[in-house]
């Protein structure tokens, strides 16, 4: 059974940085494509950006307004992807889910609250 | 990028079919065969319904079905059941980004 579980969130004030996990167990991580999808609270889903994987280059793609500021990676011995947020604003508040992308967004966690508050 | 267009609320009675649609760009809907389309309940993860425009994954109901057209995609609900009610949202690729639709809050009456 593919499980996808989150980690990492909570409260931050404006300017500050957080890192977000994801643990993966059922599929071959390693294989995996992953994608970062936040929802911020009352509104809908919004793509953060992706981290290819490594037989595939291993690249990541952003959406623009995370560009600069927040970096996706992924540790395939641990079969953990992670993503970095730094200078975080207060409209990062969201939900924020890890997905498998294949390339929909077959797999989903229960996804992890930021909140970006003084 | 700006967000797909999708009616903010359906409502159908039991047993009706009701169609959602998502309208974007040459840029993403009318460029790629890959739409999807999700269903979230308050306070869950979205599930994934349709892919590539109209396959089903398994364990999904036949009553659920997706097209496109131009720019516009489609996913339609037959015999709509109370569990059905929930938010619905499209997402296309769009080169080497996703963009989502606005999302639809469909009503069982």
């Known amino acids: 059974e593919v499980q996808l579980v989150e980690s990492g969130g909570g409260l931050v004030k404006p300017g500050g940085s957080l890192r977000l996990s994801c643990a993966a167990s059922?599929?071959?991580?390693?294989?995996?494509?992953m994608s970062w999808v936040r929802q911020a609270p009352g509104k809908g889903l919004d793509w953060v950006g992706r981290i290819k994987s490594k037989t595939d280059g291993g690249t990541t793609d952003y959406a623009a307004p995370v560009k600069g500021r927040f970096t996706i990676s992924r540790d395939d011995s641990k079969n953990t992807l992670f993503l970095q947020m730094n200078s975080l604003k207060t409209e990062d508040t969201a939900v924020y889910y890890c997905t498998t992308e294949s390339p929909h967004f077959d797999y989903w966690g229960q996804g992890t609250l930021v909140t970006v508050s003084s | 990028q700006s967000a797909l267009t999708q009616p903010a609320s359906v409502s159908g009675s039991p047993g009706q079919s009701i169609t959602i649609s998502c309208t974007g760009t040459?840029?993403?809907?009318?460029?790629?065969?890959?739409v999807s389309w999700y269903q979230q309940h308050p306070g869950k993860a979205p599930k994934l319904m349709i892919y590539e425009g109209s396959k089903r994954p398994s364990g999904v109901s036949n009553r659920f079905s997706g097209s496109k057209s131009g720019n516009t995609a489609s996913l339609t609900i037959s015999g709509l059941q109370a569990e059905d009610e929930a938010d619905y949202y499209c997402c296309s690729y769009a080169a080497t980004f996703y963009v989502f639709g606005t999302g639809t809050k469909v009503t069982v009456l």
């Open positions: 040459s840029s993403d809907v009318g460029n790629y065969n890959l």
């Open positions: 059922g599929f071959t991580f390693s294989n995996a494509w």
